[in-house]
Nanobody, 114 residues
Framework: QVQLVESGGDLVQAGGSLRLSCAAS????????MGWYRQAPGKQRELVAS???????NYADSVKGRFTISTDNRENTVYVQMNSLKPEDTAVYFC????????WGQGTQVTVSS
């Protein structure tokens, strides 16, 4: 059974940076796609950034130029470096990986104070 474990969420001031990490266990296969989503209170879960096995990336318009997604495919680990954080980035961030189906992490809280 694939399990995803996220880390790195924290409370940070506006303008600050955080790096989230997510590691998969329980599989010897490489994920076909990895990504980060977020869900703020009262809002739907939304894509933040994703990256395919071939390295193609996709970012939400709201984070372009501030967030960078990267992976260590050998370790089935995905990261997102978040710079110039804004209060509107406050949300629970979920890791997602697609193997034969989607798998989700438990979420990590990111709070950006103004």
């Amino acid at each position: 059974q694939v399990q995803l474990v996220e880390s790195g969420g924290d409370l940070v001031q506006a303008g600050g940076s955080l790096r989230l990490s997510c590691a998969a266990s329980g599989t010897i296969f490489s994920a076909n796609r990895m990504g980060w989503y977020r869900q703020a209170p009262g809002k739907q879960r939304e894509l933040v950034a994703s990256i395919t096995k071939s390295g193609r990336t996709n970012y939400a318009d709201s984070v372009k130029g501030r967030f960078t997604i990267s992976t260590d495919n050998r370790e089935n680990t995905v990261y997102v470096q978040m710079n110039s954080l804004k209060p509107e980035d406050t949300a629970v961030y979920f890791c997602n990986m697609y193997f034969n189906r989607d798998y989700w992490g438990q979420g990590t809280q990111v709070t950006v104070s103004s």
